[in-house]
């Protein structure tokens, strides 16, 4: 019983937020949907960790559905690349349902309340079968999953600008998905197969074709809308702000770095580093995109006077650092790519929970009215500072793990270029980290009554909790490094 169990593992972390999202429709009662949603999210957690621990025993694990044997069914494929982000957004899942109980209670509707935990559900699923699958198709199915009720829960942000924003990523979303199918069109149109282990091995064949060439082209552009590089940026920040705060946390922390996972996924295991990296010129074009997302991003971060705004033109700047790791295609910018996939999330997350519950207490997020803030709601502000010295990559902090490693590998390679953009980038983030804490801090705080008391602890614990795992990380940071090599030496060696 307990070894077929753990045989159906894989299938598990997709069939149950999948079943538990019409469970929460048909229970009608958000209290219940919320208790669905955060048993299914730790179970799949759960789950999760089982299967890195199995995949980090035992190597890659390959499970055909219904019993079909790839590559002429679907498969699921688990190895130690993507373990590592399925825990990752098990993680964020798992804490953020905790958070969204007294933040869904302030920003949704009872009566639409089991509606957001259906959808969150549904984008759940729709990011772990990403992650999991090894099949191409399936990945854009997923991929449509997860966009499709990410649109619907932007849309039920509180202002009206919320319905604007939820339109605009659904155009760009549409686009995007539009190119990436039409990449994997043209590589089930020379090879015959979806699979893309298969699709690997049938592609040296006909590597030299036109064909070939613009399914690749269309699949980098489509995905790299779906992560937000640059210039393919433009539907984030009104999507980050505009959300409700339990949305914002939950997509900002897992939905662009799992559509990460899938570029690399692709670029890495499919067409391999040999085709993308030396016949095509992919790393030169995405280094300098990576650059100049980084500038553009922290400049943008700089002038905004909206918090959540400013969060996400970081996760703009963001990105660029974790393209330009892969971008290396070398293992040790793989490494660093990895790692900051993980850090950034579990950052991005803490950040995101930290502006909510401001947000929960003042119902406004800019900067100028949460000015003294810092004195009224301490657990919060000192939350937000933690996460901000992270993000600027202050030693002892994931942020600082991330960024040594990434300019290690820059350097190794000769690029120094890359590392001084590291540089200024970095120094741009203290900027716009610094306003927040300057109007936290050492602003008048304006006159309120009541005066603002902190966020439910709810809101306040689990924000503590992605802030202590960020130091943890921080100060011990070889179990991840080792997973994130682990996981590098899968995607460089073809995926194994």
Not at 120 to 141: E, H, K, Q, S
Not at 309 to 320: D, E, K, T, V
Not at 323 to 350: C, E, W, Y
């Amino acid at each position: 019983m307990i070894t077929e169990f753990f045989a159906q593992m894989p299938a598990l972390v997709i069939v149950l937020p999948l079943l538990a999202a019409p469970v929460c429709v048909l229970l009608h009662r958000p209290l219940l949907a919320w208790l669905v949603y955060l048993l299914t999210a730790w179970a799949c957690l759960a789950l999760a960790f089982l299967l890195y621990v199995q995949v980090k025993i035992g190597g890659p694990i390959s499970y055909a559905m219904g019993g079909w044997p790839p590559p002429f069914g679907i498969e699921l494929r688990l190895d130690a690349f993507n373990t590592v982000v399925l825990l990752l957004v098990t993680g964020i899942a798992a804490v953020s349902a905790v958070y969204a109980r007294a933040s869904v209670a302030a920003e949704i509707s009872r009566e639409r309340a089991y509606l957001f935990y259906a959808a969150l559900l549904l984008c759940f699923c729709g990011l772990m079968g990403i992650t999991v699958t090894g099949d191409a198709f399936n990945l854009f199915v997923f991929l449509e999953i997860s966009s499709l009720s990410s649109y619907g829960l932007i849309a039920m942000g509180a202002k009206r600008r919320a319905l604007v924003s939820a339109f605009q990523y659904l155009i760009m979303g549409t686009i995007g998905g539009t190119f990436l199918l039409i990449g994997i069109g043209f590589l089930y149109m020379m090879t015959g197969s979806l699979n893309m282990a298969d699709i690997a091995q049938r592609l040296p064949a006909v590597a030299d074709t036109r064909t070939v060439e613009a399914g690749l082209a269309f699949i980098v552009v489509g995905a790299s809308l779906k992560l937000a590089l640059f210039p393919l940026h433009v539907w984030l920040p009104n999507a980050y702000t505009y959300a409700p705060s339990s949305v914002s946390v939950f997509i900002a922390a897992t939905a662009t770095k799992v559509a990460v996972y899938a570029l690399m996924r692709f670029v890495f295991t499919v067409f391999g580093v040999a085709y993308a990296f030396g016949q095509v010129p992919l790393g030169q074009i995405l280094l300098l995109l990576s650059v100049v997302a980084m500038l553009s991003g922290s400049m943008a971060a700089i002038f905004q006077t909206n918090l959540k705004r400013l969060l996400a033109w970081s996760s703009i700047a963001q990105i660029g650092y974790i393209v330009m790791g892969f971008a290396l295609a070398t293992s040790a910018g793989v490494t660093a790519s990895i790692v900051h996939i993980v850090n950034h999330g579990i950052i991005k997350g803490a950040l995101f929970m930290a502006a909510g519950a401001l947000f929960w207490r003042m119902r406004t997020i800019s900067i100028n009215d949460i000015a003294g803030l810092g004195r009224c709601m301490p657990a919060t502000s000192a939350a937000f500072v933690a996460a901000g010295l992270s993000l600027i990559g202050v030693p002892m902090t994931a942020g600082f793990i991330s960024k040594w490693l990434l300019l290690q590998a820059v350097l190794d390679q000769g690029h120094y270029w890359l590392a001084a953009a590291i540089l200024v980038s970095s120094l741009m983030a203290l900027i716009y980290i610094g306003r927040v804490i300057e109007s936290l801090y050492f602003r008048e705080a304006p006159e309120r009554e009541p005066p603002p008391r902190e966020a439910p602890l709810s809101m306040i614990a689990t924000t503590w909790l992605l802030v202590g795992v960020n130091i943890v990380i921080g100060l011990h940071s070889t179990p991840l490094v080792d997973a994130a090599r682990r996981g590098a030496d899968a995607l460089l060696g073809g995926g194994g």
